[in-house]
């Protein structure tokens, strides 16, 4: 059989290397992240990483650990030759960071390289060095005990690549980051970087981790860190997690470690991110360093060649466990407004709330805190001892401003109301409410609507359409039309909803499908709980009066009333603040009366 291009042939070891260098060897810092693991897998306390021009001119990683004799040196550059496994039963319990033996050969092949390596019982160690074609020298000579591996010009045997890379500056500040990432995972090991002959970062060696992670994150993370723990059948969490009013703009201070090794799993990701579905606004994030403990015949870590992903065999469990301890430790008793309990989602299950009350104020401006708040307590110890919400009843309603915000005044301290945020919340609560009492109703819509969407997005609706339908949507999915989409019809929906006129229902099957398409949701939100949450969040925003929308007085009152009426929560479902307090004194301090 041929191809295109000719007979079919078995291609060369050197292009073999670099085909699979491209697997492992992504930018300088994938060299990096390969060697500092080989350093802690040689039991190293010491890590000393130097890099030139971002590490594309020139990276060496330097370290005490037990280092290698002759034999071991030279066998290290040969394809999959490892100490980490030597059956395949191994890979179903591998305990070290590296296992693959593709690192060194790889890195080889697309630069040039010199390892230095002796062991302590060892009276001198052994040079070797290759570019390309393996092997080219080995030598006795003096170093001191354990490993130094040296890599120049990255990707001089492959100039295509090299245009790939970006500039020094980007370069060095990934492997900046991931240093700070294995830094958190091993406190115990000193770790060291030097930038282009200037000190980067220095990490000591510490027996608390906390003391690690201050020094690791951001002054604004760090020292705002509260503990959590759990454990379930096969595994155990510990680690540490933010307020809710330490908001991020990414998800790059959310790292997880399983079984010590750092990984970026969409699964952990989504579970950490959901725990705080309805305490973050749209676009902010929490922070979060989890030590996950796996039974090792219970997660695979042989899923992406650069280890950053791993399986589970029960993500579930997995899910539950991560869920819970983060509930644990960020809800905040005591906040709410009134004595009936809160309900525990959608599925009756024991566990913490899927809405939690919070206890710390947002930040989003000085001076402004959450309704209800008089200061700002350090949430954690104590924040369980504030005092709940003031009911809305209790102030005085001066009017609506900018067609958006309730002003309301009471001693001491004026208040604003957002309507839309106010009033998405009394909605999905209603609808949470009926939903569990069985009695959620649901209206026909005289004329059905009919919406075209993508295939993807069509099948999504599909897959949760049992979920849907118990949230009092009904709706057909059809066949595929002419221009290739999928006709979706819905027909009826939750009566709670149907009390307003200008609630878009095309925009809210798009908006729910685009949900459920996100990468992981069905598996970090728990099913037909998290598929709920969501449609019935994005129905109520749907639903709720908008900016713009002039309530009269009445219609102001009623809609506070709600507010006192339901269990409280200072955010709406998707996380956006309901109120927020500007104090006298702020107030006299912004017109210089103090």
């Not at 809305?392 to 309603?397: E, M, N, V």
Request: with cysteine; hydrophobic share 45%; glycine share 8%.
């Amino acid at each position: 059989m041929e191809n295109s291009r000719g007979a079919v042939r078995v291609l060369a070891d050197e292009l073999v290397n670099q085909i699979a260098a491209g697997e492992v060897v992504e930018r300088p810092a994938s060299i990096v992240k390969e060697l500092v693991e080989n350093s802690l897998d040689a039991e190293a306390t010491r890590v000393d990483v130097v890099i030139r021009d971002g590490g594309s001119r020139f990276i060496s990683v330097a370290d005490d650990g037990v280092g290698m004799s002759r034999a071991d040196a030279e066998l290290a550059f040969e394809r999959h030759a490892t100490s980490k496994i030597s059956a395949a039963e191994d890979l179903a319990a591998v305990g070290t960071l590296g296992f693959r033996g593709e690192a060194l050969p790889s890195i080889a092949s697309v630069a040039r390289v010199r390892m230095r390596t002796r062991r302590a019982e060892d009276a001198v160690g052994v040079e070797v060095s290759g570019e390309g074609h393996g092997i080219e020298r080995v030598a006795e000579t003096a170093c001191a005990a354990g490993t130094r591996v040296e890599v120049a010009d990255l990707f001089g045997l492959v100039p295509a690549r090299q245009k790939f890379l970006k500039t020094p500056v980007t370069e060095g500040t990934h492997t900046v980051r991931w240093l700070e990432r294995i830094a958190l995972a091993r406190p115990d090991v000193r770790f060291s970087l030097e930038r282009d002959g200037r000190p980067a970062l220095l990490f000591l060696p510490t027996r608390d981790a906390r003391e690690r992670m201050i020094a690791a994150l951001p002054a604004s993370v760090g020292e705002r860190l509260q503990p959590l723990e759990g454990r379930s059948e096969h595994a155990s969490v510990r680690g540490f997690t933010t307020p809710t009013d330490v908001l991020r703009g990414s998800t790059a201070d959310i790292h997880v470690f399983v079984n010590g090794r750092p990984v970026r799993d969409r699964l952990l990701l989504h579970v950490v991110r959901d725990a705080y579905r309805d305490a973050l606004p749209p676009g902010r994030h929490p922070a979060a360093v989890l030590y996950l403990t796996v039974d090792p015949g219970e997660v695979d870590v042989n899923v992406h060649p650069a280890k950053w992903e791993v399986r589970f065999r029960d993500p579930g469990e997995i899910r539950r466990l991560v869920r819970d301890a983060i509930h644990r430790a960020i809800a905040a008793p005591g906040h709410r407004a009134h004595e009936r309990p809160a309900p525990t989602g959608f599925v009756r299950e024991a566990g913490p709330p899927a809405d939690f009350a919070l206890g710390a104020p947002s930040g989003a401006a000085a001076g402004l805190t959450p309704f209800g708040v008089e200061s700002a307590p350090v949430f954690g110890a104590g924040a369980a001892d504030a005092a709940p919400p003031v009911p809305f009843r209790a102030h005085r309603l001066l009017g609506q401003v900018l067609g958006t915000y309730l002003v309301l005044e009471r001693p001491g301290a004026l208040v604003l109301v957002d309507v839309h945020a106010a009033h998405e919340r009394v909605l999905f609560e209603r609808m949470r409410d009926a939903l569990l009492a069985g009695k959620l109703e649901r209206q026909a819509l005289l004329i059905p609507v009919r919406i075209d969407l993508p295939r993807s997005a069509a099948d999504a609706l599909e897959q949760a359409a049992a979920s849907l339908e118990r949230a009092g949507f009904d709706l057909e999915v059809g066949e595929t039309t002419a221009a290739g989409s999928v006709r979706v019809t819905l027909r009826s929906v939750p009566a709670a909803l149907v009390d307003r006129t200008k609630t878009d229902w095309g925009a809210l099957l798009s908006q729910t499908a685009a949900e459920l398409l996100e990468p992981g949701s069905a598996q970090a939100r728990g099913g037909i709980e998290g598929a709920l949450h969501d449609v019935l969040a994005t129905a109520a925003c749907h639903s709720a009066v908008r900016k713009g929308d002039r309530l009269e007085p009445r219609e102001a009152d009623a809609l506070l009333e709600a507010l006192d009426d339901s269990i409280w929560v200072p955010n709406c479902p998707h996380g956006r603040p309901i109120a927020l307090t500007l104090g006298e004194t702020e107030l006299e301090r912004r017109i210089l009366r103090r």
